[in-house]
């Protein structure tokens, strides 16, 4: 009998243990497949594509090597300062004499024989109309062929792009918020421009808006600044002819900057 019952006692042991054993299994196969299903679950997620989207900063003002030069032996150079404290930015050793001196294609405005005759001179988006010592000035792409000429020299892989008619909504979002100054043309202290003189044209290139014989007017108040910041309200300048960092409401900027023709050069 008490063999019979050591017996009992054992299948029932057996029995226990093998129940346990079981449940041991089941919890484990639960527990592989919840972490099969996690990590199938994030794989799925981390393999999506990920948008990036990107926004413009509200405020933003390029701080780094903006020195403005102040404009006084360059009387008509704002262009030429405004190209030197561009490339001042972006690393180059230059003052405003060496684009001033070398680089600018200049052509003269003269009378012509008869006294009260007409004047004539160079289409500006083909030349310099006078020098920057003394003159009358230039537009974007002649100044662009000449800061194109120095980054050649320098055996610069930059280029100097004549950037023609971009809204400066534009100019902002796609350089400025990204630390690249832009120059611009607009007026002096933004001030009303108007036709002060008129000349017949004898110099053209191929980026001529003229052809010889016409008449090119030159208006008062033509100003050449590079734009390196902005805020909700207003554009800042680097501007030679306030030896400062100008400050203008964005609406008046904008209605001189199309006046004066949407003419702006990115050096990139």
């Known amino acids: 009998m008490r063999y019979n019952r050591k017996k009992r006692q054992l299948i029932i042991l057996s029995v226990l243990l093998a129940i346990i054993l079981f449940l041991i299994i089941i919890c484990i196969l639960i527990s592989v497949n919840k972490c099969t299903s996690d990590t199938q679950e994030t794989t799925a997620a981390t393999s999506e594509p990920v948008v990036e989207t990107t926004t413009v900063p509200e405020k933003y003002i390029i701080d780094e090597n903006v020195k403005v030069i102040k404009q006084d032996d360059l009387k008509a150079g704002c262009e030429t300062y405004a190209c030197t404290m561009l490339l001042n930015m972006l690393g180059f050793d230059l003052d405003e004499h060496t684009i001033a001196d070398n680089y600018l294609n200049c052509q003269f405005v ?9 004047n004539y001179g160079p289409d500006l988006y083909s030349a310099f109309a006078g020098t920057a010592y003394g003159g009358w000035g230039v537009y974007a792409p002649s100044m662009a062929k000449s800061m ?16 023609e008619n971009v809204p400066l909504e534009d100019l902002v979002d796609e350089y400025v918020s990204k630390g690249v ?21 004898n110099y053209v290139d191929e980026n001529a808006k003229t052809k010889l014989g016409d008449t090119f007017s030159w208006y008062m108040h033509e100003h050449c600044l590079v734009l390196i910041g902005y805020d909700k309200d207003s554009y800042y ?21 199309e006046q004066m023709g949407q003419q702006s050069i990115v050096v990139k």
Do not use: C, H
């Open 181 to 201: 100054p832009v120059m611009v043309w607009a007026t002096t202290d933004m001030d009303e421009p108007y036709v002060f003189t008129t000349w017949i044209v």
């Open 110 to 118: 003269y009378m012509g024989e008869e006294e009260g005759g007409d």
């Open 148 to 163: 194109n000429n120095y980054l050649k020299d320098q055996k610069s892989n930059l280029k100097a792009y004549n950037m």
């Open 237 to 257: 300048f680097a501007d030679s002819t306030a030896g400062k960092i100008s400050v203008f409401k964005k609406d008046l900027v904008k209605k001189r900057y």
